[in-house]
């Protein structure tokens, strides 16, 4: 399939009203995409199926499914993909935040501050919803253009007409399982990127990320992956886009993959990088002080159960093995983070960052600032 004529599917299935989903993996030059052949609204609740997923922050509403058997599937090229305007790079963004939307959320840190000092909570990821009025805005654009910006996140446009359109660049994988072994990662605390890589970071940013590392292995082990046969990088410096990270990899193996999976997912979503410490009081804390909606931000999306045929390896001494081809069920499932979602006439960007007693209520609001940049490089360009 030639990158032009999927881009223009992508039109026609969005004009019919028709759901899909489109997306490229982190560092990957292939994509792929989904087309659904009904408006049917599809749900997952025990993560059996096999197809596309797309799961709210709040884990008692629907799961999204787009099954695998009830669409299309294509592959494509992101590589040649060519946006026909000037790049977006080097644009200065207008910032629409207006004093009123920094006062609201400056006080939210606040409130978060008071239950962080008073020992209720440990850490509590406070968010923001900012609203852009659009012309005439075109998603697959906007999708070609986040293809092009961010190599190294998983991007994405998603559909469906009983839903809503959202896209996003996001760093942060929630969930990797091929057979049977899974990767995660731990990912918080954030600085601007300023050329290099070889940053420090401070004691807040440290806490943060460890509180985040701690939690992904408590919850494993509490459904039954030892933290023996859990693997674990150094803490690292991770860039996305033009912020920085702080990062540590986790991975290990499961024992049934596919039963496990309801399981797993429960234990690591939502996680301490988009919700807090203790899990159940910071996200009480979240659905009642925000005072908006998340939705799908800060959920998390993507292929589920997917087979994967193997050819065993050429290597092997044993030549009757060539003959043999293992079927392997693949997910890999991403936060939904620096996302947006497009509505007739304006787009809504999601932004939020991670409070902890250290905090300091207006180096977080200009981190939130600094995050809906990811979303603005494509908007205002
Ligand atoms: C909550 C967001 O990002 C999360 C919070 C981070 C932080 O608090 O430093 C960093 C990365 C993400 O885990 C967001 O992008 O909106």
């Not at 939130?368 to 205002?380: D, E």
């Amino acid at each position: 399939m030639t990158e032009g004529s999927i881009f223009d599917i992508l039109r026609k299935q969005y004009d019919n009203k028709l759901p899909f989903v489109a997306y490229r993996k982190p560092d990957e030059q292939k994509g792929t995409v989904f087309l659904q052949d009904s408006s049917e609204l599809f749900t997952s609740e025990d993560f059996l199926e096999s197809g596309f997923i797309f799961a709210p922050f709040d884990d008692r509403r629907q799961v999204i499914l787009i099954p695998e058997d009830a669409a299309q599937k294509h592959i494509f090229d992101t590589n040649v993909v060519e946006t026909s305007a000037s790049s977006a790079e080097g644009k200065t963004l207008l910032n629409h935040s207006s004093e009123a939307t920094k006062e609201q959320h400056v006080a939210l840190v606040k409130k978060g501050l008071e239950k962080l000092t008073s020992g209720e909570l440990d850490k509590v990821v406070l968010s923001r919803k900012e609203q852009i009025t659009l012309e005439n805005t075109d998603p697959v654009s906007l999708f070609r253009e986040l293809l092009q910006n961010y190599p190294t996140a998983f991007v994405y446009l998603w559909y469906h007409p009983k839903v809503g359109c959202w896209l996003a660049a996001t760093p942060e994988t929630l969930l990797k399982v091929e057979g049977n072994s899974f990767k995660t990662m731990a990912l918080a605390g954030t600085q601007k990127f300023n050329g290099s890589t070889d940053v420090i970071w401070g004691e807040k940013e440290k806490q943060e990320q460890l509180f985040v590392t701690d939690s992904i292995l408590e919850n494993l082990e509490r459904v039954g992956v030892p933290s023996s046969g859990i693997k674990k990088s150094n803490v690292y410096t991770a860039k996305a886009g033009s912020l920085l990270h702080l990062r540590t990899d986790i991975s290990g193996r499961l024992h049934d993959p596919k039963a496990g999976l309801k399981n797993i997912i429960s234990a690591l979503h939502p996680t301490p990088a988009v919700c807090g410490l203790p899990k159940e009081k910071a996200k009480e804390f979240i659905l009642s002080e925000e005072g908006y909606d998340r939705e799908f931000y800060t959920g998390f999306l993507g292929e589920l159960n997917l087979q994967k045929n193997i050819q065993r390896s050429r290597n092997t001494r044993n030549v009757e093995n060539l003959a043999y081809r293992t079927v392997k069920h693949e997910s890999a499932l991403f936060v939904n983070l620096r996302c947006m979602k497009l509505e007739v006439d304006h787009a809504n960007i999601f932004v939020g960052g991670g409070i902890t007693k250290d905090s300091n209520p207006e180096a977080e609001w200009e981190e939130t600032v600094n995050k809906a940049q990811t979303m603005k490089k494509v908007l205002f360009k």
